[in-house]
């Protein structure tokens, strides 16, 4: 990343990059803190050996078998540091070794031993399986030095079986805990990315609404005013000030991701600017609401829009406002019609037709919210109010 790099690209970069390779960051500490098991089970094994030299028939041949288990746990510690080196040829290997010193313990101690040589020192192979190669690889790796130690042995008793019952489990426990942390590393790593993205979008909305808007709508208003030529270049203007509106609202509905039960009305209400003759205006970060509140209150628009088409004209202008304030939102539908006659809404009560009745107000007293009208000869205007809290 240079000076030069745009100040987005290399906030983005640096949101992104502290998180990249979460998963793989989690098999890095689990190996880490393997190595420090392996040791402590070495020291272990080394020990138990030492006090119980008595047991050993060939003391020589155990004092290699010893010293074959601290090399390869030299060795062990060092490999698995390194992604490049976790494959299978290492891993295969290293469970190799450990059934192979199983095997030899009945040669060096004879066919009557009690405690293994390595004992749990076993347990690096299976964990590094299951650290790996998840919940399968510990499976497998735990059944099979599980079979090992029970088919060495000339007697089994409860306690051998016992405790290669636990090599098995274990193996499956820790590799299923070991995927699981990588998954949730992943969803995390994936939630802060979408965050950081959805912070830069708001912020480059803002930006877009705080300039490019403002001058489109003021190209738009001067065109209008001054006429000829300039009116078209005001209505490309205003074209393209709306879908640009549209754009930002759309990417802000996405960065919003759509949380279970909310959508943002700022997007919905967007939609409805598709209509002939139909502008939308509204603040240029997202309102979230509940779900049905959005849905409920975008049709209470839809149906006023859809008046103005039957008693305006299917082209007639028509201009939706959206006021998104702390405890409610506003949303205004205006239109340069001839106005209601005074009792028209009151009189289509009364006949039994209860389009306005029930599609604006009915809607808007359902979510506790008001819808007042304003008509005269200059226009008709709808006031709809919705609390944003609960209703």
């Not at 891993?91 to 405690?115: M, N, R």
């Not at 209860?354 to 009208?373: I, K, N, Y």
Request: glycine share 10%.
């Amino acid at each position: 990343m240079t000076a030069r790099e745009p100040g987005a690209v290399a906030r983005l970069r640096a949101a992104t990059g502290a998180w990249f390779g979460a998963a793989d960051t989690v098999e890095e500490r689990l190996v880490r803190w393997l190595v420090v098991l392996r040791l402590a089970v070495l020291a272990n094994a080394v020990v138990l050996n030492v006090y119980r030299r008595d047991n050993f028939v060939h003391p020589t041949a155990g004092l290699l078998l010893v010293a074959v288990m601290v090399l390869w746990t030299a060795y062990a510690a060092w490999a698995y540091l390194a992604a490049r080196r976790r494959t299978w040829p290492l891993l295969v290997a290293d469970l190799a070794v450990a059934v192979g010193v199983l095997v030899a313990t009945p040669a060096v101690k004879g066919d009557g031993f009690s405690a293994t040589v390595p004992g749990f020192w076993v347990m690096g192979a299976l964990l590094a399986w299951a650290v790996v190669w998840r919940w399968r690889g510990g499976l497998a790796a735990g059944v099979l030095l599980g079979v090992v130690d029970l088919a060495i042995r000339r007697d089994v008793s409860q306690s051998h079986y016992g405790n290669a019952f636990l090599l098995v489990l274990g193996g499956l426990i820790i590799g299923f805990l070991g995927e699981s942390l990588r998954y949730l590393a992943a969803e995390r790593d994936a939630a802060q990315r979408s965050a950081a993205a959805a912070a830069e979008r708001a912020r480059l909305a803002r930006a877009v609404h705080d300039g490019v808007l403002q001058t489109l709508a003021l190209v738009q208003r001067r065109g209008h005013e001054l006429g000829g030529d300039a009116a078209e270049l005001g209505r490309l203007a205003g074209e393209q000030e709306a879908r640009l509106r549209s754009l930002i609202r759309d990417q802000d509905a996405v960065a919003d991701a759509r949380r279970a039960g909310t959508l943002d009305l700022a997007a919905e209400l967007a939609r409805l600017d598709r209509r002939p003759g139909v502008s939308v205006a509204g603040p240029g970060e997202p309102v979230v609401l509940p779900a049905e509140v959005v849905t409920e209150l975008v049709a209470a628009v839809a149906a006023c829009l859809d008046n103005v088409a039957a008693h305006v004209g299917p082209d007639a202008p028509a201009w939706v406002l959206l006021e998104a304030l702390p405890d409610r939102v506003e949303v205004s539908v205006r239109d340069e019609g001839p106005g209601i006659p005074g009792g028209r809404l009151e009189s289509a009560v009364a006949e039994g037709r209860l389009g306005v009745s029930g599609s604006v107000r009915g809607r808007v007293a359902d979510l506790g919210g008001t819808a007042t009208l304003h008509t005269g000869a200059s226009g008709t205007e709808w006031e709809l109010v919705v609390p944003r809290g609960p209703r």
